[in-house]
């Protein structure tokens, strides 16, 4: 058959296709590599054995392409499959039959589904464990004011009034008792205890230590990531660092510091805190920190 020629109609669709073929010489496994249709479709095809197809967009679909590359007239070997098959309202347009559509595997679902979570897990590294703000640790309880109470003074027995007094006139007796409670209120004043004033506080007890002999440590008030390097480059920590969790600082030679909430991480000198290591969320990739210099804070 010559090139666009026309198949008779006494002529099945199958041995149309496989005498064009087999008049080019070919076998089937060589139009389906160079098709990219498997073999067994391209032998129902030749067997008029369309049951054995996906469906008929996809035998439409192989009927044009395998037609089309033998230099057969397409249009009306589809026409005649329609009648074939009874699909008189099918269109003629379907999906590129050109590679098979194979199912997703299972173990191709697993590895979709354990990536999705880990960069799930490493967004949530990045956002510094948002959750973790209501374990917030409370360093010290709300100082409470100190009032000043008047010690209950002891009531002195009244000594009798002298007989002049029971005649006195109304506005000496008034003035009498005005002025004992003047005097009652002068000796109740008087015996107020004094708040004490000579309470040491922490700063003082941290300048008696000398800076090499003080406990220095940074120490997390809530969850993040956080690296320490020596002053020599070596990694010494490099982990997520829990609520409570510290790091002694001991080498007087200093550190670098990288973290990803450097509001999240505190500075202790003697377990007193003297301060955050900086802003809430705030992103640190190499802070040099010093003994010495945290021990001056503390000061």
Same mark, same amino acid.
């Given at each position: 058959?010559?090139? &666009?020629?026309? !198949?008779?109609? #006494?002529?099945? +669709? ?19 590599? =160079? ?20 469906? @008929? ?12 590359? =033998?230099?057969? %007239? ?21 999906? %590129?039959? $050109? ?6 595997? *299972? ?8 990536? !999705? ?5 490493? =967004?949530?590294?990045?956002?510094? *464990? !948002? ?17 000043a109470v008047a010690?209950?003074? %002891? ?9 002049s007094v029971e005649?006195? #006139?109304? @506005?000496?007796? #008034?003035? !009498?008792?005005?002025? $004992? ?39 997390? #008030? ?10 020599q480059g070596q ?7 829990? $609520? &409570? ?5 001991? @080498?007087?030679?200093?550190?670098? =510091? ?13 377990? %007193? ?15 040099? +920190? ?7 804070? @503390?000061?």
């Amino acid at each position: 058959m010559v090139d &666009g020629e026309t !198949a008779t109609a #006494s002529e099945k +669709i199958g041995d149309v296709l496989r005498d064009a073929r087999e008049t080019s010489g070919a076998s089937l496994d060589d139009i389906s590599a =160079l098709l990219k249709i498997r073999s067994d479709h391209l032998q129902a095809l030749e067997n008029d054995d369309f049951e054995r197809l996906p469906g @008929s967009v996809y035998a439409i679909g192989f009927i044009r392409t395998y037609a089309t590359h =033998l230099g057969l %007239n397409a249009g009306e070997l589809i026409e005649r499959y329609k009648a074939a098959v009874a699909v008189p309202h099918l269109e003629d347009q379907g999906p %590129n039959p $050109q590679t098979d559509v194979e199912p997703i595997s *299972g173990a191709l679902k697993i590895a979709i589904g354990v990536m !999705a979570v880990f960069v799930v897990y490493i =967004l949530w590294l990045i956002a510094g *464990g !948002a959750g973790d703000d209501k374990n917030t640790r409370i360093t010290a309880a709300p100082s409470q004011p100190v009032e000043a109470v008047a010690r209950p003074t %002891n009531p002195k027995p009244k000594a009798s009034a002298p007989s002049s007094v029971e005649t006195a #006139s109304p @506005s000496a007796a #008034s003035d !009498a008792a005005k002025a $004992q409670q003047d005097t009652q209120a002068t000796v109740e004043i008087s015996e107020i205890e004094p708040l004490d004033t000579q309470a040491t506080p922490a700063a003082a007890a941290i300048a008696a230590v000398p800076v090499e002999d003080a406990d220095i440590e940074i120490r997390a #008030s809530r969850r993040t990531w956080m690296r320490i390097e020596s002053a020599q480059g070596q990694v010494l920590f490099s982990s997520i660092i829990r $609520q &409570g969790e510290g790091f002694k600082l001991e @080498s007087p030679d200093g550190y670098t =510091l990288a973290t990803r909430d450097a509001g999240a991480l505190e500075f202790f000198v003697n377990d %007193n805190a003297v301060g955050a290591v900086g802003r809430r969320g705030q992103i640190l990739t190499a802070r040099k +920190i010093e003994r010495a210099a945290i021990f001056a804070k @503390s000061r």
